[in-house]
Structure formats: structure tokens, C-alpha cells
């Protein structure tokens, strides 16, 4: 009787193991045949060559720490925007599919002196203004100048003041620092557009997932974490620094795929584990009227699948007044019949763009505060 559970409990570790193996050998040979995005400074050339290697890059002097090991042949560098990696006043970004050699998207961003993409013809002298807020669907990753939500917006209003502040990998926990830390760039009357997408939860509280490769842990662990704390969210320093556990988790789930990407374990909070979030969104709130009483923060829940559960944010935002705009569930797909998500990409194109920057138009004429 002993033996044959013995046999048994053998033969469940044993295969646990082999789906296991097999599991991260799928994704192994996935991430083989995906390459993600290189953002590069314009003082830099690109190689001609599309299989960039780790010391491709090395060689053109970009900071060792913001490279990711080499993986299957294919170079992985994290493709946020940080004052600390990004020289002078612009940023070209180039993605491509490893398997085949072709740029999925190919773009030079302009930035301003914080490091934020610039508007084009932005009114400076404006009325009224409109900050975005964001990550780097807001940024416009993978597109041009004139073809971000905000430019789109500033073409529709020229009279408007239109600004944006948004990096990529960004979640509601940066957008909190930034309001803190630079209050005197924020003390005009504007209207605050945060762009909300799923993500943020786990950028904001560092959930496990968010740990896909050693760049972007490097990058994600050293960004702003928030403790509640006397019924108020205070600043703790970065995340590694209050989360020693997670440097450890950071070297090791980069080489089990499988791992990182079972949302069972990993991904994102249950519905009943949005509370926090909206908190940390109320305080945003809060901040932006402590700079200006006029100000306004509006909440946008992406549509699409990048928000599954945004009516369930939406509605606790709302309970704790917090104003939402919520286009979960907007069909784009009816109003357009080009593509609204970039091929082989996740990041929205100029197409969806342009009606979010329409639909904000109408909502902001049609609620006037």
C-alpha cells in the first residue's frame, strides 16, 4: 500500500516536472522568435544588422545595466524612457521580429527637458490645458510625432494647451512621484488625462509578472513604491529598496518563461484586490487639487482587452468620486477599418489614436467643469 502511493506521488513530481520543462521550452523557442523593442538615443547608430547581439550594443556605449542577457540569440533591452538613459533631446526606437529580420515599427521620438514626448505645435499659451498621463500607449510607442493621442488632441483643439507626461513601463505609483517630486511644473489650472490600462496594477504594486527579463526588473525595481500607511499612501523610496525579495525573484524568473507567464499565480489582482489601486488613484487626485483647486483628473479606462477589469475600476473610482471616462467596452472596430493595435505589437496605432482624441474632445465639450 506504502510502496504504491510512494509510486504514485513519484509519477505526479515526476511529470509536474516534465510539463514544467516542456512548458519553458515553448516559450523558450517564443521569445527565440520575438524580439523586443531597442530604444536607442540619436547620438547612437543602429547596427545594419537585425539579429543585435548584446555586444552589438555594447558597443555603441549604452549603460551595461539597462541591457538584458543575451536570450536565444535575440537581444532583449527594456524600452522605458528614464532621464538616466535617454541623452539629449530625442530617442529612436526600433523593434524587430527576430525570426524574420523586419522592423515592426521603426520611430524618433522628440522629447522635452523632462524627458516627455513633445507635442508638435503645442500651444504653450493655451486655454484650457490638458495634461495626459500615462504609459506607453500614452507616450505612443511605436508611432510618429503627429500621431500621438496628445498631438492628435492639440490638432482638434488648437486653441488648447496639450502636454503629455507619460514614459513606458510607467504605472499609477510614477504618476503619483512625478506630481510629488515636481509640484512647481504642475501649478497651472489644467485638466488631468490618465489613460488606464490593466498593467498598471501590477507596475503599481510589482507584482511577479512584471518581472519578464533583467532589464526591465532593473528598470521596474528601481521606480517609485508607496506604502498605506496612517490612512494615507506614503513614499517608501524605490521598490527594491523596500522589496529586497524581489531583486532575488528578478534574477531568477527570467529563465523559467512558464513561470512568469502563468496569470494564475501571477497576473493580475482579483476584482476584490482593486481597492488599493483606486486608493492610490484618489491620492493622485488629491495631489492634483493640492496643486491647483481648479485642476481636474479625469480617468480613462482603455478599451479592448488591455483592460478586463476596468468597469470593475471604474465603478470603485467612482464610489470615491473620482471622476471616469469608461471605454472598456467602445466597439473602435465600428468606426474604423484600419488596424487599432500595432502588428505583432501590443501598443495602439494612430488610428485608435485619433478617435480616443475625438471622443475626448466631445466629453470634455459636453462636460465643462
Given at each position: ?148 493621442v496628445g498631438a492628435y ?155 478586463r477589469l476596468g468597469p ?58
Amino acid at each position: 500500500m506504502f510502496r504504491k502511493v510512494a509510486q504514485n506521488a513519484l509519477l505526479s513530481i515526476v511529470s509536474f516536472l516534465l510539463t514544467f520543462i516542456v512548458m519553458n521550452l515553448a516559450w523558450y523557442l517564443y521569445d527565440r522568435a520575438f524580439q523586443s523593442a531597442v530604444f536607442i538615443s540619436t547620438d547612437y547608430k543602429l547596427p545594419s544588422k537585425t539579429n543585435l547581439k548584446k555586444a552589438d550594443l555594447n558597443s555603441l556605449g549604452l549603460p551595461e545595466t539597462y541591457l538584458d542577457s543575451e536570450n536565444s540569440g535575440s537581444l532583449k533591452l527594456f524600452y522605458g524612457l528614464d532621464e538616466n538613459t535617454v541623452q539629449g533631446d530625442s530617442v529612436r526606437s526600433v523593434k524587430y521580429q527576430a525570426s524574420t529580420g523586419q522592423a515592426i515599427y521603426d520611430f524618433t521620438a522628440t522629447l522635452d527637458a523632462h524627458k516627455f514626448r513633445v507635442v508638435p505645435n503645442q500651444n504653450k499659451q493655451g486655454d484650457p490645458k490638458i495634461t495626459f498621463l500615462g504609459c506607453s500607449y500614452t507616450f505612443g510607442t511605436g508611432i510618429g510625432h503627429d500621431e500621438t493621442v496628445g498631438a492628435y488632441l492639440q490638432k482638434l483643439q488648437p486653441g488648447a494647451d496639450v502636454k503629455m507626461v507619460a514614459k513606458a513601463g510607467w504605472g499609477a505609483n510614477d504618476i503619483l512621484f512625478e506630481l510629488e517630486k515636481n509640484r512647481t511644473n504642475y501649478s497651472e489650472k489644467s485638466v488631468y488625462i490618465y489613460q488606464f490600462i490593466d498593467d498598471h496594477l501590477r507596475r503599481t504594486f510589482f507584482q511577479p509578472a512584471t518581472l519578464y527579463n533583467s532589464a526591465a526588473s532593473h528598470l521596474l525595481l528601481s521606480q517609485p513604491y508607496y506604502a498605506f500607511e496612517n490612512n494615507d499612501w506614503i513614499y517608501k523610496g524605490s521598490f527594491q529598496d523596500a522589496k529586497p525579495l524581489y531583486l532575488v525573484l528578478s534574477k531568477i524568473l527570467p529563465y523559467f518563461p512558464a513561470l512568469q507567464r502563468m496569470q494564475g499565480l501571477w497576473g493580475n489582482p482579483a476584482a476584490d484586490g482593486t481597492k488599493q489601486f483606486e486608493s492610490l488613484v484618489k491620492k493622485i487626485q488629491l495631489q492634483i487639487l493640492n496643486l491647483n483647486p481648479q485642476n481636474r483628473l479625469i480617468v480613462v479606462i482603455y478599451p479592448y482587452s488591455a483592460n478586463r477589469l476596468g468597469p470593475v475600476i471604474a465603478q470603485g473610482l467612482k464610489a470615491q468620486g473620482v471622476e471616469v471616462l469608461d471605454l472598456s467596452g467602445v466597439d473602435f472596430e465600428a468606426a474604423t477599418a484600419n488596424r487599432l493595435f500595432i502588428p505583432n505589437d501590443v501598443h495602439p496605432t494612430k488610428y485608435t489614436n485619433f478617435l480616443l482624441a475625438e471622443m475626448y474632445q466631445t466629453y470634455l465639450q459636453q462636460n465643462q467643469k
